[in-house]
């Protein structure tokens, strides 16, 4: 088994690999980051973020994954790499055409849901200059986010997982995008199915471990 490093921060979409990890049992390190005005930084002041994107990532995000010596970076390369190293678990699918599919989602997610809905609506900035415009990327953003939520409903409906007859890698990655839509204002009861896959997802140990551990408070312990 590699030696992993972890670089994460709390209640960002590292939240993934990190409960991945924990339901496989494997051993990681971790590196929290605080995220300030600049970007990702170490919580314990040994880098700055100058020094993170030099080092480890060219962005500054997390996900970053250290294996031995080499530095993986970008979500579905993140969770790929670490399903891998428990392959009898199928986390990646089962056979050729579902690890397709979960491919297929976790791109979908990155760059559609994540990269575009959630970046617009939280980091404007990243797309205008003009801070007269950053309202409008925002709104625009919170309608990517509602659209990709009822797709996402719509291919959840009468399946209890995502691709194929068990869980994978894309179960993980759903529960972020639902935790941060709290901070948006969607009305997340119009979304029963993709509910039931965080309310699935929210009752196994090693969610509970990462989200306790990261101070996310669980959806369905307020409802």
């Known amino acids: 088994m590699p030696q992993l490093t972890l670089y994460r921060a709390n209640g960002a979409c590292s939240l993934i690999p990190h409960a991945v990890l924990e339901e496989l049992g494997i051993k990681f390190n971790t590196v929290l980051l605080n995220r300030n005005p600049d970007g990702f930084d170490a919580a314990d002041g040994s880098f700055t973020n100058a020094q993170y994107r030099n080092d480890v990532h060219h962005m500054g995000y997390v996900p970053a994954l250290k294996v031995d010596g080499d530095i993986i970076t970008e979500m579905p390369a993140v969770l790929t790499l ?20 979960v491919l297929e989602w976790l791109a979908w997610l990155s760059g559609s849901l994540h990269g575009m809905g959630y970046g617009m609506y939280f980091r404007p900035a990243r797309f205008t200059d003009d801070k007269d415009l950053h309202e409008t990327v925002r709104e625009r953003g919170k309608s990517i986010i509602e659209a990709s939520f009822a797709r996402i409903d719509k291919l959840l409906q009468g399946k209890p997982f995502a691709v194929g007859e068990r869980e994978t890698l894309v179960d993980y990655n759903l529960v972020i995008f639902w935790y941060w839509a709290r901070g948006v204002g969607l009305s997340l009861s119009n979304f029963p199915h993709y509910a039931a896959v965080i309310k699935r997802m929210e009752a ?6 990462a989200i306790a551990t990261e101070g996310i408070t669980p959806y369905f312990s307020t409802q």
């Open 82 to 101: 670490i399903s891998g190293l428990a392959p009898e678990r199928g986390l990646s699918g089962d056979g050729l055409v579902q690890r397709a599919k």
């Open 204 to 209: 196994k140990d090693s969610i509970k471990r």
